[in-house]
Structure formats: C-alpha cells, structure tokens
C-alpha cells in the first residue's frame, strides 16, 4: 500500500492512488479486529464494567470518516484531471501495480489454506480477493494508457476504486453508528428470540425484550420472563437453559434475565 502512494505520487497515477485507498480500507477492517482482539483481553474496571469493547466501533467511526474525506479528495482530482488530462508514467505505473497485485495474489495464498478454520482469517481472505482485483484493474487501466495515450483512462479507474471505497466506508459508518445506537444486531429478530424462549414449558411469557451488539460479533440481551411460581433451585437450572438456547441459536453470550411470577406483574 505505501508502495502505490509513492508510486502514484511519483507517476501522477490517480488510479494508483485510489487503489492504495482501496486497500487502506481493508488494513483498517482488519487492524480494527485486530485491535478489538487486545482490548477485549483487558478486564473491565469499576467505570468501564463492559470493559473497553466500545473503543474498536470508535475507532471504525473515525476511520469511515477519514475514507471519506480520501475519496472526496479523490473525486476532486479525477474532475480536474478530466477537463486537464496528467501525463502518466505508465511503465513505472504499470511495475508498481505489478508488484502490488503479486503480493496481493501471494497473501491470498497463504490465508486460503487457513480460511476454512477460522472467520476473521475467511474476511481477511475476502479481504485480499477485493485488493487482487483492483490491482488488475489498476494494471489494466494502465496497459491501455501505454497503447493508447488515452489520459481520461487514468482518473477514470480513480473514480472506480472511490466508489469501491465509498461503499466500505459508507457500510463502516453505518454499522458503526448502529452499534452506537445500540440496533438489534443483524441477523436476530427480537421475535424469534421470544418465539425460541417461549418453547421452553417452564416459560409462560416473554416481554420487554433488548438486544444490542457490545463490539462486533458480542451480542448482550435483557428480557423479563414469566414463569410459574417455582423453587429458587429450579429458577438456576432454568436460567442456564435459556442462555445455553440464546448463545447456541442466537450467538447472545451476555444475557440478563429477570424471572417473574406469570401474573404478577399484571396484578
């Protein structure tokens, strides 16, 4: 990636450019994991008691932002290139591109042989497949040039890989203001949560149900469920069958429960 930044800066080569912000936006997504995967090691404190998972959605809304002010500066020098056409290096463009999609299709490689065994390693893969095909682009983009002298060709695939990095950045914000928001996670609906509870025969009734995302991939509930008067004995075995239910269908792993009297509450 530092590569193409000098070597676009040195070829006046926008497409380069934008390819180097293109993976700027895949190392960010895997730095922010990689980040959240320390913090999460660190104990909570008595004024953090969720611990410091928070601090990786910080950092991914900062880092939406910062894409953006990349690919608008981009889309600012593509307009300008298209009214006043840039000579490119297109040898050196086309070398340094080269080099980028080697290392690309060589990293891809290796993590292919690792993916099946874990899912952070299967998005970096995905990652890396997203970062090989830009740089095809970008090798492309530039072998036309050398043929042709077609100049618009260079700010052309710049204002391409910006879309590509709108979306991931745009995709970056949303989830990160959703996470903020405390949303109900992607991929679980409140109603089926009630719906898999309630089959339990000692539930009668669930109600007041919150699901939110702690940190990316940490899903925490709080829900009251009625129940019929009962031992307190019973109530703890209880207990560890719902959250056994919601971490193995659901993924919530931190689930606050508050046991009630069917009835009571309405009394």
């Not at 004024?47 to 601090?55: A, D, I």
């Not at 949560?193 to 669930?206: F, G, H, Q, Y």
Request: hydrophobic share 55%.
């Amino acid at each position: 990636m530092i590569v193409e930044v000098i070597g676009g800066l040195m070829t006046n080569s926008l497409a380069l450019l934008s390819d180097a912000g293109h993976m700027l936006t895949h190392l960010l997504a895997l730095s922010i994991s990689f980040v959240a995967m320390i913090f999460s090691a660190r104990p909570p404190t008595s004024k953090k008691t969720f611990g410091f998972y928070r601090l990786e959605i910080l950092a991914a809304l900062l880092n939406s932002f910062l894409l953006l002010l990349v690919t608008l500066w981009i889309f600012y020098e593509a307009y300008q290139r298209f009214y006043d056409p840039v000579p490119v290096a297109t040898v050196e463009m086309i070398l340094i591109a080269t080099i980028g999609l080697v290392t690309n299709l060589v990293t891809a490689a290796l993590l292919s042989r690792s993916m099946k065994r874990s899912l952070n390693v299967k998005s970096a893969y995905l990652h890396m497949i997203g970062d090989t095909l830009s740089s095809v682009g970008v090798v492309a983009a530039a072998g036309v040039i050398y043929f042709t002298q077609w100049w618009f060709v260079d700010p052309l695939v710049g204002v391409f890989l910006s879309f590509v990095i709108l979306y991931w950045a745009f995709r970056l914000m949303m989830d990160s203001i959703d996470i903020l928001l405390e949303a109900t996670p992607k991929g679980i609906d409140p109603v089926h949560v009630v719906e898999a509870v309630k089959v339990l025969e000692e539930v009668r009734d669930v109600h007041d149900v919150h699901v939110w995302t702690l940190t990316s991939g940490m899903y925490a509930l709080s829900a009251h469920v009625a129940v019929e008067d009962m031992p307190l004995k019973e109530t703890t075995h209880l207990l560890k069958k719902i959250n056994f239910l919601l971490c193995q269908r659901f993924k919530i792993g931190h689930a606050a429960i508050q046991l009630e009297i069917a009835g009571a509450a309405r009394k």
